[in-house]
């Protein structure tokens, strides 16, 4: 039998369900895998290989039985380390919670659990999620397994590294303002930033609230359509949550997207996109035409504005998320501190980054007295021009074809000394994410270097099922 960790989540679960190949073997496989490799690639923060070998026993007895749980049933998975799990350490890649075990478990872990899901660790990820390259991380940076040269983009770089070395067969990340997209599309496998309020945010770290989701990263459109069928849906436990509606991700997949409308939008074609992304870019349009679609040329003229209307309503959400990190409620205390006000700044001062530093100045500050109105106030409202942009496009097409990154992945420690140089790594993300739709990084070819290279395709609301049917056609004709 070829490599098992090779193989896509769809044919794993077909091969353990027809019971040609068990759980734990599926699991062995992989947890060789993450001892041989990860050394280099450093994807994983905490490693939980004794657990996952008895949930994949749990997986097989089960099979035994006929009392499989889920199609991911004994699937080996791992987590960003943003995402509670219960008795399992979770740091969010920061020191202050270098000891942190939450007492419960996120709402989406729980449902994987309950779906039989295997866990074989949690992954590396920026400090609290921010930034581009999971080089912000408290337990060092995640390299990208094509090119160990470069980074594996951010802030879900762990996750995205973890399916490219072929570490597990699924992975959950969180994306704020590109955070799957963008390392899915450095390391050349698909992820769904799902639209706001799709899958709950219960038990995940938060770092901007109005802003945060979270979602599948997989190899392809149709492993990320088994994940969601299993951990989408509404939670009383997260008010944000959206009405169930229709959640079945999975069944539309080889449906015709012939006579689908696509638009591209001018604003995301500039002459910062290299002559390597426009390639793939050209070769993406050219196989949505030969699957029917039809293209129509789009504005979206407040999409210049995004990264500074992004970068003033995160860092103050923020600045308010990150006040419970006083070394009193949560997060680790200086021990040279002799009064409260040393307990907070110290313990601060010690076990925060310098990113998750910067943006709670910036935060504060644009909360500050006398510039709410200015900055914050402001920001909302051009956050709203951008959306009523989508919503006008979107009246008359099914979907917005664009890039990903300006360039392919960067070397690492290329951008850490020039933070306005990785926060505009979100430019062509960061729109989607203030107008709450729903967008898939869909891997198409590679750079002259040999580094993948994506495109994003960028849904209304609610239309997932959308997104990933045209990646799951387009991955199609990628791979033959």
């Keep these: 039998m070829t490599d098992l960790t090779t193989k896509t989540l769809a044919e794993l679960s077909q ?9 734990r073997e599926i699991t062995e496989a992989f947890i060789k895998n993450i001892e041989a490799r990860d050394g280099e ?96 991380s408290a337990y060092g940076v995640t390299r990208n397994p094509h090119d160990t040269s470069r980074v594996a983009g951010g802030s879900s770089g762990g996750p995205a590294a973890a399916i490219a070395a072929n570490f597990c067969a699924g992975t959950i990340g969180t994306e704020t303002g590109g955070s ?7 390391c050349g496998i698909s992820g769904l930033k799902v639209s706001y309020g799709r899958v709950s945010r219960y038990g995940t770290i938060p770092m901007a609230s109005s802003l945060d989701t979270v979602g599948p990263m997989a190899k392809t459109a149709e492993d990320c359509a088994m994940i969601m069928d299993v951990i989408a849906g509404n939670d009383l436990l997260d008010s944000t949550t959206l009405p169930d509606g229709d ?57 210049k504005y995004a990264i500074p209307v992004y970068y003033i309503i995160a860092p103050a959400e923020i600045s308010a998320n990150m ?62 021009l951008i959306r009523e942009d989508f919503s006008r496009e979107f009246q008359r097409i099914d979907a917005i074809l664009a890039p990903i990154s300006p360039k392919p992945a960067f070397k690492v420690g290329e951008k850490t000394s020039d933070p306005l140089e990785m926060y505009l790594e979100d430019a062509l993300l960061s729109p989607s994410c203030l107008t709450e739709n729903c967008g898939i990084a869909v891997p198409v070819g ?9 495109v994003q395709l960028i849904c209304p609301a609610t239309k997932e099922a959308h997104a990933l049917r045209i990646a799951h056609q387009m991955e199609k004709v990628v791979k033959s």
């Excluded at 504060?364 to 402001?378: C, E, H, I, R, W």
């Design 15 to 23: 091969l353990f369900q027809s019971g040609k190949v068990k759980s």
């Design 41 to 136: 690639i450093n994807a994983f923060i905490t490693t939980t290989f004794d657990e996952a070998r008895e949930m994949a026993d749990a997986a097989d007895a089960r099979f035994q039985n006929g009392e499989l749980l889920s199609p991911l049933d004994g699937m080996p998975f791992a987590l960003k380390d943003c995402i509670c799990t219960k008795g399992i350490r979770t740091t969010s890649a920061s020191k202050i919670l270098d000891n942190f075990i939450p007492p419960y478990d996120a709402t989406v872990w729980k449902k994987l659990k309950d779906a039989g899901v295997v866990l074989l660790g949690k992954l590396n990820t920026d400090e609290f999620t921010m930034g581009a390259s999971t080089e912000n």
């Design 180 to 186: 799957i997209r963008h390392p899915a599309n450095f």
């Design 247 to 303: 959640l079945n991700f999975s069944r539309d997949l080889e449906k015709s997207i012939s006579g689908m409308k696509i638009g591209t939008p001018k604003e995301y074609l500039s002459d910062a996109i290299s002559a390597d992304v426009m390639t793939v870019f050209e070769s993406a349009k050219k196989i949505l035409e030969e699957l029917g679609a039809e293209f129509v040329e789009i504005s979206l003229p407040h999409t």
């Design 323 to 384: 006040a419970r990190y006083d070394g009193v409620r949560f997060g680790k205390v200086a021990k040279d501190a002799s009064n409260i006000e040393e307990i907070f700044s110290k313990s601060r001062e010690k076990f925060l980054g310098d990113e998750v530093k910067r943006r709670i100045l910036i935060g504060t500050y644009v909360l500050s007295a006398g510039y709410a109105d200015k900055f914050y106030k402001k920001a909302q409202q051009v956050r709203t």
């Design 446 to 454: 590679k750079s002259r270097e040999n580094l993948p290279i994506g």
